[in-house]
């Protein structure tokens, strides 16, 4: 695969409160995406480096983006923050689902009079992220 810049986002969804995914990619203009792995030192006695074991994985983002009150899009979708929301994000043909709690919904009014939003997120389920 190429290298690639971050323009021109496929898919950007959450689910809301009722369950039902809604495609918000035009609310968000910024994301952090991770999924780490945990380790284990394994070293023993016997090594000059560090041995190590992969543990648990996870998964955590934040969404920032501008303030959109219209039915379905990012306001909608972040009210209420109480149960886990399926997450999927799609870019350049790589897509990564996971099922993550939403742990904060800010909202920011800017000295310049913008009004901007960011929501943390947590993988909620127990299942590995994996991009495919």
């Not at 496929?10 to 990619?25: E, I, M, Q, R």
Request: charged share 15%.
């Amino acid at each position: 695969m190429a290298k690639e810049t971050g323009l021109g986002w496929t898919a950007c969804s959450l689910d809301n409160s009722t369950g039902t995914l809604k495609a918000f990619v035009n609310d968000v203009h910024s994301l952090q995406l991770s999924t780490p792995r945990a380790v284990q030192d394994v070293t023993g006695l016997d090594k000059s480096a560090i041995e190590r074991l992969h543990l648990l994985g996870d998964f955590s983002g934040t969404l920032a983006g501008t303030f959109n009150d219209a039915t379905d899009f990012s306001h909608d979708v972040f009210t209420p923050i109480d149960n886990a929301r399926t997450f999927t994000n799609t870019f350049s043909g790589n897509t990564l689902s996971v099922e993550a709690l939403i742990t904060d919904y800010a909202l920011n009014r800017g000295e310049d009079g913008s009004l901007t939003w960011s929501a943390p997120l947590v993988l909620a389920d127990g299942t590995v992220p994996t991009w495919t």
